[in-house]
């Protein structure tokens, strides 16, 4: 691990791998948890995590970097079901990537138990990842001006649903009801960082 100064009172640190990411974001809340972390936020990303407000940051900056990436965590948090319909315009070109008929794309996506990596882009968009490597697909060459809430989307090892209409590049295989981001709601996001994710389909997919 290597542990950057941000500021007078955060680090950066920096992992090798999304999944040493997310076992360090789990080990770090837990500490916090036990009150043996002070800290106002933990932020996981793609490879690093970041340490906003600490107490002491030079002190876990010298910690951190002699330690070990910790183990990655038991996923005992509830599982989310999220509803889907595969009704997505790119569901046929994610199946060309896959050498499989649509049918078959949709099932190996809904038969995937997924883990929310880190959370970005929008409020409520989580970065999922549990499909295996040569699942990842490009994103489109050229971006929607307007993707849809709710559009369930691939892009290189992730996948994400947009909990709102914006631009976006990512390829659309479904959609969802489900409703990602709500402020009268605490958590205000359905998908936080650690959970676990499954999709259902709906009808006959």
Known sequence: MRALPVGDDA????????EEAQALHAVLLRRRAE???????????ARTVLLDGLADPDRWAAELTTSRVPQAPSRARELIELPVRYDGPDLAVVAGHW???????ARIHAGTEFTVAFCGFAPGFGYLTGLPDHYAVPRRATPRTAVPAGAVALAGPYTGVY???????????GTTDA??????RTPAALLTPGARVRFVPLGDA
């Open 11 to 18: 680090l950066l640190v920096e992992v090798s791998s999304g």
């Open 35 to 45: 009150g043996a972390l002070t800290v106002r936020e933990i932020v996981p990303a």
């Open 99 to 105: 050498g499989v008929t649509e049918r078959e794309a």
């Open 163 to 173: 909990p709102r209409s914006s631009p976006g590049g990512w390829q659309l295989i």
């Open 179 to 184: 409703v990602l981001w709500d402020h009268t």
